[in-house]
């Protein structure tokens, strides 16, 4: 990429939308700023913790489904803070030799993952940043851990909705689809704006003014059509790329799927 983003610098003052997630999960690593964002967030769409907890079991749905098709490497990109259900966790379960990466930005959610990561040589967590791909590919904490001749799940959760520059976001998933093998798999989850355009316009123009969220201004969220673009050039695993709800469920919805506006999807690469 042309330009290398400026290092995230951790202020408690401004808002982070990995902290504000936390909150709406009841976690307690987040600040004043977080929690006053959130409730003007909340008062805008109260159905926020809901959603929260939807992306949260889509994404234990998705790397179990994983780890059952054999993958045995995986990449979290933007882990966020650490909760309970982390991917280490979810994969351990199922896959105990699995080798579990996760990348974050945010020094703090490094700090707090390493506090936190099992000991031991399967599991580690580097800072590097997704939208310098290329950087973030050759950090040896990823390079040490990661065969990228063999198969990999990149695991894009909850991220590419944070990098509003289209052209950046779709880089981003072009340089990461051409850093995996044959067998690989991409998995993604975002939010979209086709169910509540009005109120995810407000709370659009909330994170970017808050600066919880960089980068050049989007009027709204990107629509469940260019999500789908994400996914160009894999295999869309069935039922593809829907709202969170519905892919794959392992229990009784417990939200209507037209309340819960995040889609996701698994796409292998052939």
């Known amino acids: 990429m042309s330009s290398k983003p400026e290092r995230p610098r951790f202020d408690t003052t401004i808002?982070?939308?990995?902290?504000?997630?936390?909150?709406?999960?009841?976690?307690?690593?987040?600040?004043?700023?977080?929690?006053?964002?959130a409730q003007v967030a909340l008062a805008l769409a109260p159905e926020l913790p809901a959603m929260?907890?939807?992306?949260?079991?889509?994404?234990?749905?998705?790397?179990?489904?994983?780890?059952g098709a054999g993958i045995r490497q995986f990449v979290d990109i933007g882990c966020g803070l650490?909760?309970?259900?982390?991917?280490?966790?979810?994969?351990?379960?199922?896959?105990?030799?699995?080798?579990?990466?996760?990348?974050d930005n945010d020094p703090m959610v490094v700090v707090h993952a390493q506090a936190l990561l099992p000991d031991g040589p399967l599991t580690t967590v580097v800072e590097?940043?997704?939208?310098?791909?290329e950087r973030m590919l050759a950090h040896p904490g990823l390079t040490g851990m990661i065969d990228f001749d063999q198969p990999v799940a990149i695991l894009l959760f909850a991220l590419l909705q944070d990098i509003t520059d289209d052209v950046l976001a779709m880089q981003v998933v072009t340089d990461l689809h051409k850093a995996i093998t044959p067998g690989s798999h991409m998995a993604i989850s975002h939010a979209v704006s086709d169910l509540r355009p009005e109120t995810t316009a407000k709370l659009a123009a909330l994170?970017?003014?808050?600066?919880?969220?960089?980068?050049?201004?989007?009027?709204?969220?990107r629509t469940k059509?260019?999500?789908e673009h994400f996914f160009d050039g894999l295999t869309l695993v069935e039922p593809g790329v829907v709202y969170v709800p519905q892919w794959r469920p392992e229990e009784t919805m417990l939200h209507r799927p037209d309340s819960i506006w995040i889609v996701g999807g698994v796409g292998r690469k052939k």
């Open 15 to 37: 808002p982070n939308a990995g902290r504000i997630a936390d909150y709406f999960l009841g976690g307690k690593d987040n600040f004043a700023a977080d929690r006053e964002a």
């Open 52 to 67: 929260s907890r939807e992306g949260r079991r889509f994404l234990g749905r998705a790397v179990r489904f994983l780890a």
């Open 82 to 103: 650490p909760t309970q259900g982390n991917v280490h966790e979810i994969v351990r379960a199922v896959a105990p030799d699995a080798r579990v990466v996760h990348v």
């Open 128 to 133: 590097a940043d997704v939208r310098d791909t």
């Open 207 to 221: 994170y970017q003014a808050r600066g919880s969220i960089t980068g050049p201004h989007r009027d709204n969220l």
């Open 225 to 227: 059509a260019e999500v």
